[in-house]
Structures are given as structure tokens and as C-alpha cells.
Nanobody, 127 residues
Framework: QVQLVASGGGLVQAGGSLRLSCVVS????????MAWFRQSPGKERECVGS????????YYADSVKGRFTISRDNAKDTVYLQMNSLKPEDTAIYFC????????????????????WGQGIQVTVSS
């Protein structure tokens, strides 16, 4: 049984930073493309960043480029999302997701591309 367990959310002031972590079990982590999505009320679930199996390639949504960094540690079966210069509009529930795929990251931006999901964690940025 594949499990993704996310942690690290919380409340932060605008301009602050948070780091999200997601630990994967039950699957060979190194063959999974990993991603972070977010969803706020009334909006579709959005891919904010993804990372290839080796970690050599990354994708970011335009709204977070230059502020968020996705990384992975294949020895620890963990993917991270470092979020800096946070804005109130970053407030959302964040989800980690995994896909056993080697496809280009730009083809893996939709939620339906991912087979496994972690529980959502709340990130709230106050103004």
C-alpha cells in the first residue's frame, strides 16, 4: 500500500517561509515523479511544482517561480517544497502527489496524471 505523509504546514506572515515535506512508503521512491499541488476554496487544484525521478528536472507554476523550490532526497524517500516570500494568495491546502512516470514534467501538470496522493495540509499566509 502506497502512502504519502505530508508535514510542515501552518500559519506564517506574508514574506515568511515554510518548508513542506512528504515521505513516501510502499513504492520504490526513485521511480516516482513527485509533485506538489495546492487548492483553495472555489479554485481548481493547481500544480505548483514537480520534480523528475532523478531530481535533475523541475517544473514550477508561473505564480511561484523564483519563490518556491522543490527538491527530493531519494535516500530518504522524501520530497520537499521550500516556500519563501510567501504571499496571502499562497494560502491553500497543499498536497503531495506521485506518479510512476518518466514523462516530461510539462505533461504532468494535471491532477489526473498522479496515482498517489498525500493528505492535504493547510498553509495560511496572513497579510
Amino acid at each position: 500500500q502506497v502512502q504519502l505523509v505530508a508535514s510542515g504546514g501552518g500559519l506564517v506572515q506574508a514574506g515568511g517561509s515554510l518548508r513542506l515535506s512528504c515521505v513516501v512508503s510502499g513504492h520504490t521512491f526513485s521511480i516516482l515523479t513527485m509533485a506538489w499541488f495546492r487548492q483553495s476554496p472555489g479554485k481548481e487544484r493547481e500544480c505548483v511544482g514537480s520534480i523528475s525521478r532523478s531530481g535533475s528536472s523541475t517544473y514550477y507554476a508561473d505564480s511561484v517561480k523564483g519563490r518556491f523550490t522543490i527538491s527530493r532526497d531519494n535516500a530518504k524517500d522524501t520530497v520537499y517544497l521550500q516556500m519563501n516570500s510567501l504571499k496571502p494568495e499562497d494560502t491553500a491546502i497543499y498536497f503531495c502527489a506521485a506518479a510512476p512516470s518518466a514523462r516530461s514534467l510539462t505533461t504532468l501538470t494535471g491532477p489526473s496524471r498522479y496515482d498517489y496522493w498525500g493528505q492535504g495540509i493547510q498553509v495560511t499566509v496572513s497579510s
